[in-house]
């Protein structure tokens, strides 16, 4: 999991960054769990999550308590979460997580984008059963004994533990997700970010060609405002 993981991250945030819409994606997430629990961290979970995740993609503190504060106003937009689900060419499952304030706007450059690049928008569930929902804590513990870090988290659904490069990550499954993050925090462990991650239950191989072709629709997704994530069922070019 452990490198397999920090390279779709890596690719993920590479594409983000050359876009410059990072900040404006996790400004979203910041807007949505402002005003779904409130603007107070100590009693949000998910704004805390949010923010962690904007001091990871070192984003500056002003710009983080203005997305807290415009989401406190009854002007600021309110954000849907709609996932789309469909096959790009090749038999490659693709999914699609979005926040939108205009559904009908997002569905249509959604379907365009399938269809202009040779796939087709499925139904809802026609691929979501291909993937494995999993959270991922990335946390600063360089000094811990793994050992004793794994007997400590295993009773809150811990699934895997893996230090590289003296990065620590905690895989759990999404239905763990909350329990975990409780017993991180009650440990006084430091996270640095965390991600919700669609993992394929099995991987299409594709050729280099095939895998350029596939590439231009998932950039192409990733570079829509409304998308926050594009999960997809390609093999990757280390074998994950």
């Known amino acids: 999991m452990g490198r397999a993981f920090e390279y779709r991250k890596a690719r993920k945030f590479a594409r983000w960054n050359k876009m410059a819409v990072q900040f404006t994606r996790i400004g979203k997430e910041i807007a949505m769990a402002v005003k779904s629990g409130g603007p107070f961290p100590e009693n949000n979970p998910r704004l805390r999550i949010a923010m962690q995740n904007a001091r990871a993609a070192n984003m500056p503190k002003a710009n983080v308590e203005a997305a807290i504060k415009r989401a406190t106003s009854k002007d600021e937009k309110d954000y849907q979460e709609v996932v789309y689900e469909g096959y790009g060419p090749y038999g490659v499952a693709i999914i699609v997580e979005t926040a939108t304030d205009n559904p009908t706007r997002t569905v ?3 379907r365009h984008y399938f269809s202009k690049y040779g796939g087709a928008l499925g139904t809802s569930g026609s691929v979501d059963y291909m993937f494995e929902r999993k959270a991922f804590f990335k946390i600063d513990a360089p000094e811990q004994d793994l050992e004793e870090l794994e007997l ?16 620590t990550i905690v895989q759990t499954t999404f239905t763990d997700f909350g329990k975990m993050q409780t017993a991180l925090e009650e440990q006084n462990i430091s996270v640095v970010s965390t991600d919700i991650e669609r993992i394929p239950m099995n991987y299409v191989a594709v050729s280099e060609a095939q895998r350029e072709e596939l590439d231009k629709i998932i950039e192409k997704l990733e570079e829509d405002e409304d998308v926050q994530a594009v999960f997809h069922n ?3 070019g280390d074998g994950a």
């Open 108 to 110: 249509a450059n959604v």
């Open 152 to 167: 400590s988290l295993i009773d809150f659904g811990l699934e895997e533990l893996v230090r590289d490069e003296e990065e």
């Open 234 to 236: 390609m093999q990757d």
